[in-house]
């Protein structure tokens, strides 16, 4: 019989990868024909609420039980809510903020569009006909959100921890709703070596968090700029 160790790493190990696979991975770049409607027009960087982490351990595995998906869903809300704190008492930047800001200024310098001043109406989620009728003061939407963001354990070494951070981008005509582009990038720390243990990640300032969050952003901004 497998020992129930090797289940609840299973299992976070999946709810870890599955953060980042329940959105679109496509990547499609901005035409040549849509680069050029764009010029002298207005666009407007969306604005969202800070994203959910977590931490997922082998003890907040065993505390929901696992069974199956429950367990795992029911381990994620543990994980989330303590996350929540932790962003709060480290003060870590909302990473689409850290995305959009390089972002929007590549977008408006390779297509002559000009940037609106940022507006309080902020999503959720990620339909694009949602997201274009927040807005209606923009001829075209850059929106940034963080599809999955959370700590997890290497297999067979519980004791260290990696950070994944996933990352969805839209650029959307606002008349249509239709997406002119889109990107997708994800990134997971895999220095097993040198990796932290639990208390590790928030060590110093949550140095170790903060460290591998911007290796992931910074990932995603040159990945979605390259795409305009």
Partial sequence: MISKTLKFLAAG???????????????????????????????????????????????????????GPIGG?????????????????????????????????????????RALPESSTKVTGGDPKEIARAYPQADYILDVRTTGWMGGYYAFALSKYFIVYGTKMLLIERSSGRVVAEGFHSYRSDDRENAPDYDGIFANDAAFLKAETKKGTDGAIQHFSGLF
């Fill in 73 to 113: 869903a029911i381990a994620g809300g543990m994980a989330e809510s303590e996350g929540k704190k932790l962003l709060q008492k480290y003060r870590v930047a909302v990473p689409e903020e850290t995305v959009m800001k390089p972002l929007l200024k590549s977008l408006t310098s390779r297509t002559g569009a």
């Fill in 13 to 67: 190990l999946l709810f870890a990868t599955a953060l980042c696979s329940c959105v679109s991975t496509k990547n499609v770049a901005l035409s040549p024909s849509d680069r050029a409607a764009m010029r002298g027009k207005t666009v407007i960087a969306s604005q969202r609420e800070m994203p959910s982490f977590g931490v997922l351990t082998p003890g907040k595995m065993a505390a929901a039980g696992l069974t």
